[in-house]
């Protein structure tokens, strides 16, 4: 009888004009970011939210907690139920479903959007690092799913919705971050599999971003998360120097403006919602959020922009300008499509940058940076260059610097030229792998100041 019962507050009329009106949202995840964006957008409908997160208590440096995720949501409209859910532990999950369940008679959406990133290689990536993503990507996506099924399919309206990455295969993606790369995917493949299994019964679908976005309860972009986080498991050794880089990494790659190459987190909300409306046969679709407002009649993208006319970021797994590339079966290596071969650099290129670069020198330069450079360039008119901003007045040259470079830049002779005459991003060079560096981190951020004085001369 009970169960019934239950079975009738879950499949009840919404009323007309407010879609998810009496529905049931359950959100890994939804303390903050996009699961709480997806939330708030559901709760104007007068949804109800199942807010499954792990932050019970306010973290020093993260906004945010499941209580005032949950405040948040009703003062919107909608009704909230805030669970302490680590995505990792079964029973959490199985206690989470049993609350909704017993609290708002069912379960219609489940949005997976609890994740973990480590932006490491393979050798520098930790056994607990790997066990992390594997669990809460891979895992708690699945379990979540399996927990949720049961009610879901019960549901008129039936939707898990993943926040995950088209299954893009090109090796650029799996080069420098193997590990989170597999943990992403594993998300996409419960796509892949649980839209055939439960087709007819349950949507199954993936969501993700175009471009980096900016969680204003977070104070920092995805982007800035991604960035610093590599670059702090890639160049430090030692937990005492974490401080220095987390913040410095953001001005270097892709400089302290960075925010404004990023959407607001609504595009990812709207987006959702637009996918929440489609009907059950709507299933197996990795769907990218400016693609599917675009289907529903937006034009104006200006409105999720931090900063409208920017210039905006790729988000990963997207093959977007300016890192296009392919992949070449027979050796595996990442090579431009021979039928249109990239502009290879002008004569004298890097040599004209250099003497562009030692005219701009100034005392006042030397004195602010401190520091020694070296460029390993591949490519027509390369090899070793530095880049001496220690000794007095400053000076450029080809071959080895007199003294130990404080940094070593290794890239393409193109790539050089473009980054300084500001074609490339730094941002974008360095996670497509199209930038190494090594050595201080903290002298090769002083190096994007002067990159930017270069710009308007090349």
């Known amino acids: 009888m009970e169960e019934n019962y239950l079975m009738i507050m879950s499949i009840a009329p919404r009323p007309a004009g407010t879609k998810l009106a009496g529905c049931t949202v359950f959100i890994t995840g939804a303390s903050r970011g996009i699961g709480k964006a997806i939330a708030l957008k559901a709760a104007k409908d ?53 609350k909704a369940v017993e609290k708002f008679g069912g379960i219609d ?20 690092k790997v066990d992390l993503m594997m669990n809460i990507n891979t895992r708690g996506t699945y379990l979540t799913s399996k927990a949720c099924i049961p009610y879901l399919k019960k549901s008129k309206i039936a939707h898990i919705l993943n926040l995950s990455p088209p299954l893009n295969l090109n090796p650029l993606w799996f080069k420098q971050h193997c590990a989170y790369t597999i943990a992403k995917y ?40 991604r960035v610093k986080k590599l670059l ?45 409306k489609k009907p059950k046969s709507f299933t197996g679709n990795f769907i990218i959020d400016e693609n599917i407002l675009k289907e529903e009649g937006i034009k104006n993208f200006d409105v999720y922009a931090v900063t409208p006319g920017h210039p905006l970021l790729p988000d990963f797994f997207l093959d ?44 006042d330069i030397v004195k602010a940076t401190q520091a020694i450079y070296q460029f390993e360039l591949s490519g027509e008119d390369g090899g070793t260059w530095f880049l001496d901003l220690k000794s007095k007045g400053g000076n450029v040259g080809h071959g080895e610097p007199s003294d ?55």
Not at 71 to 92: F, N, T, Y
Not at 256 to 264: D, P, T, V
């Open 46 to 98: 007068g949804a109800n939210i199942v807010i499954a997160a792990k932050t019970a208590q306010a973290h020093p440096k993260l906004a945010g907690t499941i209580y005032t995720a949950a405040e948040e949501i009703k003062a919107a409209g909608g009704k909230a139920l805030p669970c302490v859910v680590d995505v990792r532990d079964e029973q959490q999950i199985s206690s989470a479903v049993e």
């Open 109 to 128: 959406i489940l949005v997976n959007n609890a994740s973990a990133i480590s932006l490491t290689n393979t050798l520098e990536t930790p056994t607990k």
């Open 186 to 225: 594993g998300m996409s493949m419960c796509v892949l599999g649980m839209a055939e299994e439960f087709k007819g019964e349950i949507a199954v679908n993936a969501l993700w971003p175009k471009t980096d976005f900016l969680e204003s309860d977070i104070h920092c972009s995805e982007a800035k998360m």
């Open 232 to 276: 702090l498991q890639y160049f430090s050794n030692y937990m005492s120097r974490l401080i220095a880089i987390y913040t410095a990494a953001m001005d270097m790659l892709g400089g302290s403006g960075i925010e404004s190459q990023c959407r607001k987190v609504d595009i990812m909300a709207d987006a959702a919602y637009c996918i929440f």
């Open 320 to 363: 977007e300008q300016p890192v296009t590339v392919t992949k070449e079966p027979a050796t595996h290596e990442l090579k431009e499509k021979e039928a249109q071969p990239p502009p290879k650099p002008r004569s004298g290129a890097v040599e004209g940058t250099f003497r562009i670069v030692k005219d701009s020198l100034s005392d």
């Open 404 to 458: 130990r470079a404080d940094v070593v830049m290794s890239m393409s002779t193109d790539d050089f030229v473009k980054m300084f005459s500001g074609k490339l991003k730094p941002t974008i060079a360095f996670m497509s792998g199209r930038l190494k560096i090594k050595g201080n981190m903290a002298l090769a951020i002083k190096l994007e100041k002067l990159m930017n004085q270069m710009n308007a001369r090349l």
